[in-house]
Every structure is written in structure tokens, then in C-alpha cells.
């Protein structure tokens, strides 16, 4: 009886394991405003899969992933794999009529108070919530002197010569104010770590660090300087020595405004990463499970697998690793961020998998891409890119800046990596494979290293 159930067991598991399964869309009644979407799922190897009697190619791993055209209104598609068999109803909206009207500036007769109303709120170069646009971010409390509006943002003075945009979300309106703040004077410090300079100020003002040679330290709104802009040209390349910039800070405590600039490492011969700090960041977790792979693998598991091989290889290299996290628990992207500087760390690796809007295909999207937002943590991502181009064999997918929340933090050099398509059946096969994990880690860890002795 008990050899009869085993094999009765295994009969089904093997059945189940060949299932038709669709991971995507992820209902068998949706609504999709595009021109085509796809499916993803599998199904079995041995058996013709079709959507509505074309013939869809799978892949020896079981999944696959077919684009499909959709038309106005009510689209059906029946998906037969051997004596399965789904039925999917995808709506396409009709288009909505009406022009849309860009919101247009309204210029103050006097200029209006107002405070910042909420930490890490970014002032901008344009009335724009996203792309790369951002001047800084702007701790509570800082004023500002306003005086105009676009749309959802205020117009902000930045010294006499120079304007910025904020959300109106994140101010608050005061009745009166300052228009000029007045710099007392300034501290240089040299520790062992960081250049740090100390500006003593009589109240918050807005600010900019530019990565430039000379780096650029400006204070915006202060009394008595050319354009009412205080600037601190630092000849970072002279102070050091030729090297990379590896990481700065800025900051208000109470008046005073801080910087600290990370100083140049010198990287053992034998071991380059010895003594390096690096925060390891498994995207997604918790009640985010990111994209799902064709097989019905979650983002944040695989992330997170890959996120364990790093971390051991990059330890086994004398590194001194964090992790945002090591199970599967919430995070949000702030903490992590945060949890990066409380670290001090020098390099941020966010791991995540990639997927695809529905008007895009996924047979043709297959490799590995890297995001940045500073341009101090570009060549860290190419000479990671390199290695694992020339370790792995994977598509060189593009280096990219991108206003992604945990690459805009400047404390470390921060990156995140896509390391393959889950939702191409080639990629998904590689990216739940052991020896393919364990061989993208080694190849971020040559990266890093290459970047620190060479570059």
C-alpha cells in the first residue's frame, strides 16, 4: 500500500509539475489600456502550447512568454496545452477624448514664507515629480522664500540669479520669514575618514553639492555673497590625490551646516576588499514580492538568494558586509537607505530582477542593466557590468542614471543592478540557478575589486 501511494505520489507531481500555469496577467478577466500585453506562465515541454491556435514556443526550463495584440474592447484568448486548457478575457478601454491643458506659471506680486515640511523632501530644476532633476534633498524645517507657482509646485528663490521647484506636498506656508541668511564662518576638519567642513550659519538655508572638479559646496539665500550664493570650490582631485570620490553627506544640525567628503582608500594588494564596508540590499521582501518568473518564482526570494552568494563571497574577501535585510520582512526604501549610513557604508548594491510594461515584449528583452543616479557611482557600475559581460555571457543591457529612491543616496557609492529578465524563460532559467547565482556574485565581487585597484 505504501509503494502504491509513493508511486501514485510522484505520478501526480509529475503531472503537477507540467501543469498549464499563467503567471501573467495575473486574472483570467482584466482590463488593460495597451496595444498588446503578454502571457507568461508554463506548461509542459512535450505538449503543443497555443493561444487561440497559434502555435507559442517553450522553453526546456517549462516556461514561456508570448506577446499578444490587443484591440479596442473585449479581447478573448483560449490557451491549450495538451487537455488543459484557459480562457482569458483582456479589455481594452476605448481612448479617452479631451486635450490635456500643461499648467501654466503664476508669478507672485511679493514673495511668500514657507518651510520644508517633511525630511528628504528634493527641491528640483523643473516642475517635474521625477526624472533626473533633483537640486537636493531638503531636511524639515529649512525655509524658503516662494514667488510663483506651477501646477503642484512653488517656485523657489535659490540666491539672486538661480530658481527651484518644490512640491507644494511637502511645504508648509509660514506667515513671515527671512529672505537672506548670514554665514558667520566655517571649521575644516581632517579625520581619518572625511574632509569635513563645518558652516556656522544663523538659520537653515537651501543648498547644492555639485560633482565637479572642483567639487562645489553652494548656500543659497545668504547675505553679502555675489548673487546671494555662497560658494566653496574644493579641489577634491588635488585633496585626493587623483583618486575616485567615494561618498559625501550634507546636512543641518541646528544651524550649522555639515559636509563630510569621504577620503580615498588605499586597497590591500592581496586582498583589495579588506576592511571594505558594503551594504548588500535583496530588493523587494515582505509583502513585496516584486515580478514573478514564468515558473511562479517571486522576485524577492530570488533576490534575496543572490543577495546570500554575494555576501559570502564578498566576506570570503575580507569585506565587512550588511545586509538590509536576510529573510523575508518589509522594508522600506528610506530604512534601507538609511540602514546604508548608519553602516557607513562605502558601496550600496540593490539586486533585483526586471520585468516589462504590457506594451513590450519579452522575448526581446534578455540581460543585465545597472542603475545609478550620482555620477560618483558610474564607473563602479561599469567595471561591474564588464565582469559580468565577460563572466556570464549576459546581454549588456545598459548602464543607466535613474531616479530610483536607493541610488540617491550620495553617503555611498549606490547601485542597483537588474541581474536578468524573469519574465523571458531563458533569463528566469538562469536566474533560479545555484551556479549561476553563485557565479553573478563572483563577478560583482571582480567588478569591485577591478574598480578599486584600477580605476
Same mark, same amino acid.
Given at each position: ?50 493561444? $487561440? /491556435? ?13 506577446? !499578444? ?25 476605448? *481612448? ?5 491643458? @500643461? ?32 537640486? *537636493? ?7 524658503? !522664500? ?59 538655508? @537651501? ?14 539665500? !545668504?547675505? &553679502? ?21 567615494? /561618498?559625501?553627506? +550634507? ?23 579588506? $576592511? ?8 523587494? /521582501? ?6 514573478? /518568473?514564468?515558473?511562479? &518564482?517571486?522576485?524577492?526570494?530570488? $533576490? ?32 534601507? !537607505? ?18 516589462? @510594461?504590457?506594451?513590450?515584449? @519579452? ?17 563602479? *557600475?561599469?567595471?561591474?557590468?564588464? +565582469? ?20 540617491? $543616496? ?22 533560479? &540557478? ?22
Amino acid at each position: 500500500m505504501k509503494k502504491l501511494f509513493l508511486i501514485t505520489l510522484l505520478i501526480f507531481l509529475g503531472q503537477a509539475a507540467f501543469a498549464l500555469n499563467i503567471v501573467y496577467p495575473k486574472q483570467t478577466e482584466v482590463t488593460i489600456n495597451s496595444a498588446s500585453t503578454f502571457f507568461v506562465g508554463s506548461a509542459d515541454t512535450k505538449k503543443d502550447l497555443t493561444i $487561440n /491556435g497559434n502555435k507559442v514556443p517553450v522553453h526546456s526550463s517549462g516556461g514561456f512568454a508570448q506577446t !499578444v495584440p490587443l484591440v479596442t474592447g473585449k479581447n478573448t484568448f483560449t490557451i491549450k496545452s495538451g487537455n488543459d486548457t484557459l480562457t482569458y478575457i483582456i479589455t481594452r478601454p476605448q *481612448a479617452s477624448g479631451g486635450t490635456w491643458t @500643461p499648467p501654466q506659471l503664476k508669478e507672485y506680486d511679493d514673495m511668500k514664507y514657507a518651510t520644508v515640511s517633511s525630511d528628504n523632501s528634493p527641491i528640483r530644476t523643473t516642475p517635474v515629480d521625477g526624472g533626473i532633476n533633483r537640486i *537636493a534633498n531638503l531636511q524639515k524645517g529649512i525655509p524658503l !522664500v516662494i514667488d510663483g507657482e506651477k501646477g503642484n509646485f512653488y517656485r523657489v528663490i535659490l540666491g539672486a540669479v538661480k530658481e527651484g521647484w518644490i512640491s507644494k506636498s511637502n511645504v508648509k506656508m509660514e506667515e513671515s520669514g527671512s529672505s537672506l541668511a548670514e554665514l558667520k564662518g566655517y571649521d575644516y576638519l581632517d579625520t581619518d575618514e572625511f574632509y569635513i567642513f563645518v558652516f556656522h550659519l544663523n538659520r537653515q538655508t @537651501p543648498w547644492e553639492l555639485v560633482e565637479s572638479n572642483p567639487f562645489l559646496i553652494k548656500l543659497y539665500n !545668504v547675505q &553679502d555673497q555675489p548673487d546671494n550664493t555662497y560658494v566653496m570650490d574644493f579641489p577634491v582631485q588635488e585633496a585626493l590625490g587623483g583618486k575616485k570620490l567615494l /561618498g559625501y553627506s +550634507a546636512n543641518f544640525s541646528g544651524t550649522d551646516f555639515i559636509v563630510k567628503i569621504r577620503k580615498p582608500i588605499l586597497p590591500d594588494s592581496p586582498k583589495p576588499l579588506k $576592511n571594505i564596508k558594503i551594504t548588500i540590499d535583496p530588493g523587494h /521582501g515582505g509583502s513585496e514580492a516584486g515580478a514573478v /518568473g514564468c515558473l511562479g &518564482d517571486l522576485e524577492k526570494n530570488i $533576490n534575496l538568494e543572490f543577495a546570500k552568494y554575494l555576501e559570502d563571497e564578498l566576506k570570503n574577501r575580507g569585506a565587512s558586509v550588511s545586509m538590509t535585510r536576510t529573510g523575508d520582512s518589509d522594508i522600506s526604501l528610506n530604512d534601507r !537607505v538609511e540602514f546604508t549610513n548608519d553602516e557607513n557604508s562605502m558601496i550600496f548594491i540593490s539586486l533585483h530582477g526586471n520585468a516589462l @510594461p504590457d506594451n513590450q515584449d @519579452p522575448m526581446k528583452h534578455s540581460g543585465t542593466e545597472i542603475y545609478y543616479y550620482y555620477n560618483q557611482a558610474k564607473p563602479l *557600475a561599469d567595471w561591474i557590468m564588464n +565582469a559580468m559581460v565577460n563572466e556570464l555571457g549576459v546581454n549588456n543591457r545598459g548602464i543607466r542614471q535613474q531616479s530610483f529612491a536607493v541610488v540617491r $543616496n550620495t553617503n555611498a557609492l549606490s547601485l542597483l543592478i537588474e541581474t536578468g529578465y524573469l519574465i523571458n524563460p531563458s533569463d528566469n532559467a538562469k536566474l533560479i &540557478d545555484k551556479e549561476f547565482q553563485k557565479k553573478t556574485a563572483k563577478a560583482i565581487a571582480d567588478g569591485i575589486e577591478n574598480y578599486l585597484i584600477k580605476y
